[in-house]
Structure formats: C-alpha cells, structure tokens
C-alpha cells in the first residue's frame, strides 16, 4: 500500500529539496512541544519573558521595524485568468508567481529547522472546517499558529481520513498547502502569493500575522472564498457572537468591520449595567473571520474556523474590553508592544509607564507611540469570559442578522436595516471606511471595502457579489441585513455614539426587528429606529446628537448613491445585473420628496 499521507509527504520532501533546512520537525500540536518552542525562542530572543507574577505564561515578540503589518501591495491573486481575480487583488500569473517566489525559497532555510504544521480551520468534528499544512522556518508562527487553529495530531488525522478514497486508495487530498519562510525580512523581497486553483499560499519575508500565519487571512479567507464559491457557501471577516436575551432566546450576529475597527471589542461586548440586570448576555463565538452555509431549514449556519484571536492591542482597556483584557492575563504571546519598568506589557490607553518603547529602546514620546498602532496579543479563544461552547458545536450556529460597518465620520447613520436581501447586499458592497494601521500605507484615508472583503477577497469582486445574491432563493431564511457606524463624529470632532457595552442597545433595536416586534421607520436608504425605539435609560446622550446620529441627510446621500454608482463601474462587465438596479432604486428614491426623512 502506498505510504501514509501520500500527498503532504511528497510535497513535505518538494519542499525540503528546495528550501534545504537542516532538520525537518512535524509538529503535534501539544503542550510539550509548546514549552520546548518558547525555550528555544527564549534562548534565541525570538521571545522575551514578561512579568510571570502579574502574566503567567506571557511572551514578547519584537518583529523586525520594517515588518509590522500587512503589505497588500506585495499580496497576489494567481488565477491562471486576469479577469477572474478582479480589481480588488493584484494578480501576477501562476508561472511567473511561483519562479519568482521559488527562487527566493532556493536554499532558504539552510541551517534551519522546518515546522510542518498541520492544521485544521474549525471544529475537527465539523463539515464545515477545512484543513491547512503550514510549512514554516519560523518557531515564532508555529506558536501562534497553535493559538489561533486547531494545530496538530487531530488536525493530520483528519487530513490523512480526507485523503483516502473511499475504495483505500489515496487522493491528492484536499487540503490547503502553505509555504512561508521569514527569509531576510527585506520588504524588497517579500511576496504573499495565492494559488487557488491549487489549493496553495507561497509567502516569503514577513513575519508578521496576516502575511504570516498561513491559517488566517490566506486560507481561511483568499483561499477559503474562491472554495465557498464553487461550493456554496461564504467565507467572510466577520465576527459571531450571541446574544442572549431575557426572554430566553439566543440570537447569533455575524458582523464584518475591517481590521483594527473593533470586531474584538463588539464580540466580547460587556451590557450596560440595566440589561445585565434584566438577564442579557452575551457570548463569543468568534472574532474575525466566520464560515457560513444554508442549512436544511434554509437558515444560514456559521462556524468561527479560527480557535484564537490575534487582537489589535493598543485602544483595549478596562473601559473598552475588560473581557479582552481578563482573556489576555496568562498564556498569550504580545508582539510589539511596550514594556514597564517591572516588564508588564504596556500600550496606549492602559494605566501605568511605558518604559521601554515596542522596538526596545527606552521610550521617548518623541520617537512616537510607546506600543506599535498595530501591536497585537495572541491568545486562544477559550480563555475569554464570554467564550461560547457554541463555537465547538459542528454545525455551526443559526444568523440572524448580518451587520456591516465601517469608520464613516460623517454622513451614515448609527443604524439602519436594509428593505431586503439584494439591498443587504448593495448596502455590503458600499460599505467604506477609513483606512488603520492595520495594512501598511496612509491611515484615515476613505475606502471602500466591500463587505470588510477588498483586502481578503480571492477573485473578483464582481463576481463575488453574484454569489451573495444568489443565496436568495426558494426555501432560503436568510438573515436581515444592518448597517451600523459607531464612529460617527460631531462638529466638535468627537464621537457622538459612546460605544463599546452600548452598542447592545443598538443591537437590541435589531433583535426586535428580527423578532418582528418593532416598525421601524422606512427611508430611501433602509429602515431606521423609529422614535423611542432604541432604549436609552441610564445613557447620557444629548438629543441633538442623537438626532444627528439618526438622521438621513437626502442631499449627502444623493452624493454618496452616485459615489456607490462609480465604484461599482469598477466590477464592470461583471457588476450582476441585479445590484446596478439596487443602487439605481435606492438613488431613485433619494430623488423623491423629503418627506420620507427619518426625523426623531
Ligand atoms: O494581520 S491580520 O490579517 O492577521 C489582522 C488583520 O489585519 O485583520
Ligand atoms: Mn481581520
């Protein structure tokens, strides 16, 4: 019989070939191996011990300056076709892609020890989880690639059951083929490649999460996105969480935001002091990325395929996420973030001295922030107070609503719900936001990020559109639609929505929608809060300004339609049909009379 694992041991000795390391280690995925890594990257000064007393089981990683956050203009999208990887990725073709990358993996590791990390995206028990191998040289992605996945022994045994034919004979296997290597960090030569004909990721000369930990971004949203198409379901940047309401339902909210705008904190979300008393809860399923499919009742069921989350540091705070901070006190490893003088991890918006700045030279304002904007914790999910068993459960959870957002200053409402499916996905489609530090390049900058997908969507966006539409069709229940903008800012600059535990009030306005409890007030743009219909006791709000928060500006939204209208020219000739006419509905009704305005 042919050996065991046919297809990953003979890409295991490719690689080897090429990359020539000086030993070759499989990993298991369990907690000896663990320990054994962090010495080595202790010894190495890959890691650096933090305050065991105050952070048990807590490290420090220090990237190189030049290598702190994701690069999308080296990201590529290898279609052997140009068409189909869209405007919204760059595409290099498949030939040239892999010479260019494989001569820089010739020889890469020499001297070095290579991981191969089997890994699982999901609950192994579930249908909807999808299998990597990560083929790395880098100790420091092996750790936190036990973080955020299911990595090991179980993972290799279910990619060893998916490889084998049902009549003993062994496939090619199904699983997703990840090759990086840290190379020189030289952001010259750096590239992060797709291939998803080819089930394969190629990335070289970063360490850093989203180019690096092969699991995250690549698979489970490029790679993941172009197999959801062709099998018919959704692979997006959202987070899951559930809410539990007094009246003893339980409602899943799957909601994308782009990096760095606040999906950890709304997905650990503490309630106002009031709706705790009146037995609302909420629990975490997930964090950043959610896989969902139509189950038999029509309903569209999400799993997190992620075991981890990888959270943006600075900004995380007592007031902002208490359950984020209790979640990272033991056993997480922080990459670029600031040191106190009794070595306690440190950035902005916590209590307490920076004394070493997040390149380890001692802090001086003048040099910048003390902790890097994108500086970041890792930390397996199960440690957060609010974690949810729900997110082991093998065929997922039932949405029942989607929420799309983004940092709009101006202009988009706290709120509001779109008429209907094909709306939902206009009002996905449009969404903007303004640029973090999350993706190298300007921040604060206005983009359009459709669905919180333009830097993780693996083919063309067009085309990406026709396939969230087509989810509306006979016997389907799927989920309303919202938008929401808690970053909306007054004159005065500041934010006129308080945030962070108060968001559940708006989500609350949403489960009522959903239960079919309340009206709501119909504009051209959706369906807004009628008046009274958000609760507000115990909130310290002016009028005015939530009146500002809830209005529809008809004439900046007449500019904001023909705005959307441009940017969808952008997927032309592949804009479905079906969304021009959205958009051309929703700036027709904009044109009509003002007395559709949502005034409160
Ligand atoms: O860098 S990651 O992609 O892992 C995090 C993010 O940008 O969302
Ligand atoms: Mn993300």
Known sequence: MASRLDALTSWVTEVAALTRPANIHWCDGSDAEYAA??????????????????????????????????????????????????????????????????????GCMAGRTMYVVPYCMGPVDSPLARCGVEITDSPYVVANMRIMTR??????????????????????GTFVKGLHSTGELDPERRYIMHFPDELTIKSYGSGYGGNALLGKKCHALRIASNQARSEGWLAEHMLIMGI?????????????????????NLSMLIPPESYQRDGWKVRTIGDDICWMRPGQDGRLWAINPEAGFFGVAPGTSSNSNPNALQTIARDTIYTNVALTADNQPWWEGLPGTPVIDWQGRPYDPANGPAAHPNSRFTVSARQ????????????????????????????????????????????GAAMGSETTAAATGAVGVMRRDSMAMKPFCGYHYGDYFAHWLSFDRAGARLPK?????????????????????????????????????????????????GPAELKLDGLDIERRHLDELLAVDHTGWQTELAAIGEYLDTCLPRLPERLRKEQQRVAEALGQPRQADATT
């Open 37 to 106: 890594l962090v010495q080595r990257m202790l010894q190495s000064g890959d890691l650096i011990e933090l305050n065991q007393q105050t952070h048990p089981g807590c490290y420090l990683h220090r990237s190189d300056p030049a290598d702190v956050a994701r690069v999308e203009h080296l990201t590529f999208v290898c279609h052997p076709q140009r068409e189909d990887t869209g405007p919204n990725n760059h595409w290099m073709a498949p030939d040239e892609a892999h010479a260019k990358i494989d001569a820089l993996f010739d």
């Open 151 to 172: 990595m090991g022994a179980a993972a290799l045994a279910r990619i060893e059951r998916e490889g084998l034919l049902s009549n003993g004979a062994h496939s090619n």
């Open 244 to 264: 539990d309401t007094p009246w003893g339902e339980t409602h899943y909210i799957a909601a994308a935001f782009p990096s760095a705008c606040g999906k950890t």
């Open 384 to 427: 957060c107070p609010t974690w949810s068993q729900e997110a082991e459960a093998a065929q997922g959870v039932p949405i029942s609503a989607i929420v799309f957002g983004g940092r709009r200053p101006s202009l988009v409402p706290l709120v509001f719900e779109a008429h209907h499916w094909s709306h939902g996905v206009l009002v």
């Open 481 to 529: 639609v919202f938008h929401v903008n808690w970053f909306r800012k007054g004159r005065d600059g500041k934010f006129l929505w308080p945030g962070f535990g108060d968001n559940l009030r708006v989500l609350e306005w949403m489960i009522a929608r959903v239960e079919g409890r309340l009206d709501g007030v119909r504009t051209p743009i959706g369906i807004l809060p």
